[in-house]
T-cell receptor
Framework: AQSVTQPDIHITVSEGASLELRCNYS??????LFWYVQSPGQGLQLLLK??????LVQGIKGFEAEFKRSQSSFNLRKPSVHWSDAAEYFCAVAEGGSNYKLTFGKGTLLTVNP | KAGVTQTPRYLIKTRGQQVTLSCSPI?????VSWYQQTPGQGLQFLFEYFSETQRNKGNFPGRFSGRQFSNSRSEMNVSTLELGDSALYLC???????????FGPGTRLTVL
């Protein structure tokens, strides 16, 4: 069965600093990979996704992620964090085709210090 | 275009009762998925509907059920509520199976 591990439960960074959130997945075939963000009391917003092709994907709000098959990783990065980026971030993997469903990691809570 | 709407946003029930949650997908979307979010278990897939048919189901007891109507709106029902059913229930819609999912704001269910 597919699974997702986000090793960091909580990360604190200073505003303007760079950010990297880690995500490792377990899945037999080529996965569909996603990063979502959730602000308090809100639903999930898709930041970016990887289906195939270029392993470096660009998303909204200045985020990017790199798919590394050899490391089974899909880490999320941002060069300069803004206070409004404080939220919880979820990595997810999905099977493709007719058996499509999302399996989420436990999330990483990001705190941004002024 | 309006997003995914979920009603009600907040709900308080007592153990043993049943509850029905509603989800209206984005116009034109025919697939609806439901997820349960709790602090302990995180986000877990409940089920997916497409064209009024359940296509996929997560590992939840039979107390959890759902359905989809011809206009793609979906409801999920939880019977004989338990304290552990307290959670944020999220609905997501997409054009079809395998397409990008758009999430609603969720329904916060509290079971006392």
């Amino acid at each position: 069965a597919q699974s997702v591990t986000q090793p960091d439960i909580h990360i604190t960074v200073s505003e303007g600093a760079s950010l990297e959130l880690r995500c490792n997945y377990s899945y037999g075939a080529t996965p569909y990979l996603f990063w979502y963000v959730q602000s308090p009391g809100q639903g999930l917003q898709l930041l970016l996704k990887y289906f195939s092709g270029d392993t470096l994907v660009q998303g909204i709000k200045g985020f990017e992620a790199e798919f590394k098959r050899s490391q089974s990783s899909f880490n999320l990065r941002k060069p300069s964090v803004h206070w409004s980026d404080a939220a919880e971030y979820f990595c997810a993997v999905a099977e493709g085709g007719s058996n499509y469903k999302l399996t989420f990691g436990k999330g990483t809570l990001l705190t941004v210090n002024p | 275009k309006a997003g995914v709407t979920q009603t009600p946003r907040y709900l308080i029930k007592t153990r043993g009762q049943q509850v029905t949650l509603s989800c209206s997908p984005i116009s034109g979307h025919r697939s609806v998925s439901w997820y349960q979010q709790t602090p302990g278990q995180g986000l877990q897939f409940l089920f997916e509907y497409f064209s009024e048919t359940q296509r996929n189901k997560g590992n939840f007891p039979g107390r959890f059920s759902g359905r989809q109507f011809s206009n793609s709106r979906s409801e999920m029902n939880v019977s004989t509520l338990e304290l552990g059913d307290s959670a944020l229930y999220l609905c997501a819609s997409s054009l079809g199976p395998g397409a990008e999912q758009f999430f609603g704001p969720g329904t916060r269910l509290t079971v006392l």
